[in-house]
T-cell receptor, first 114, second 113 residues
Framework: DQQVKQNSPSLSVQEGRISILNCDYTNSMFDYFLWYKKYPAEGPTFLISISSIKDKNEDGRFTVFLNKSAKHLSLHIVPSQPGDSAVYFCAASDPSGNTGKLIFGQGTTLQVKP | DAGVIQSPRHEVTEMGQEVTLRCKPISGHNSLFWYRQTMMRGLELLIYFNNNVPIDDSGMPEDRFSAKMPNASFSTLKIQPSEPRDSAVYFC???????????FGPGTRLTVL
């Protein structure tokens, strides 16, 4: 059973516009959330994260929002650039055992059109 | 630092053959994770090690899969015998124990014919 879900397999936006990628989770004990970005033929790389005690974290063009009551987080990219075209994975940290174990979603493929 | 190193980058084999994937984590990292990426399930955690000790292998699909970490700088994931449904991209990642951020290798694309 998927504890972290990204229900949109793909998203296409125009360059300069906002990209919004969504992620839902089921376990209210998750205490940290991360977004990873993956280009073809490369491994995922860390993009941005947020602790469960916050509701927003911003880093340049990237902002992550967390809505704990809805068990939902989103990644906003403003303005979107063609180089942002990649697969984006949402991940949640499993708090049990303090091992750094992450549970990933299925990924959303973002295409930014010039 | 060279980052996480995986080999081979591509592997094509026939059903029934043994496959061994290799990983060298980032020096100083003491947690190591093996993932499998598929379209349906995204990134699935197969097994992870902490200080060379397997902590959780509940994600390993079946007994055909096994993983070892004989020392802090090397791990293997073995599939024996391989089946076509094992075809996927396999990633290795490492981190400092307790840190949320994991660093991924470039992956091994496995094709089982």
């Amino acid at each position: 059973d998927q504890q972290v879900k990204q229900n949109s397999p793909s998203l296409s936006v125009q360059e300069g516009r906002i990209s919004i990628l969504n992620c839902d989770y089921t376990n209210s004990m998750f205490d940290y959330f991360l977004w990873y970005k993956k280009y073809p033929a490369e491994g995922p790389t860390f993009l941005i994260s947020i602790s469960s005690i916050k509701d927003k974290n911003e880093d340049g063009r990237f902002t992550v929002f967390l809505n704990k009551s809805a068990k939902h987080l989103s990644l906003h990219i403003v303005p979107s650039q063609p180089g942002d075209s990649a697969v984006y994975f949402c991940a949640a940290s499993d708090p049990s055992g303090n091992t750094g174990k992450l549970i990933f979603g299925q990924g959303t493929t973002l295409q930014v059109k010039p | 630092d060279a980052g996480v190193i995986q080999s081979p980058r591509h592997e094509v084999t026939e059903m029934g053959q043994e496959v061994t994937l290799r990983c060298k984590p980032i020096s100083g990292h003491n947690s190591l994770f093996w993932y499998r990426q598929t379209m349906m399930r995204g990134l699935e955690l197969l097994i992870y090690f902490n200080n060379n000790v397997p902590i959780d292998d509940s994600g390993m699909p079946e007994d055909r899969f096994s993983a070892k970490m004989p020392n802090a700088s090397f791990s293997t994931l073995k599939i024996q015998p391989s089946e076509p449904r094992d075809s996927a991209v396999y990633f290795c990642a490492s981190s400092l124990s307790g840190s949320y951020e994991q660093f991924f290798g470039p992956g091994t694309r496995l094709t089982v014919l």
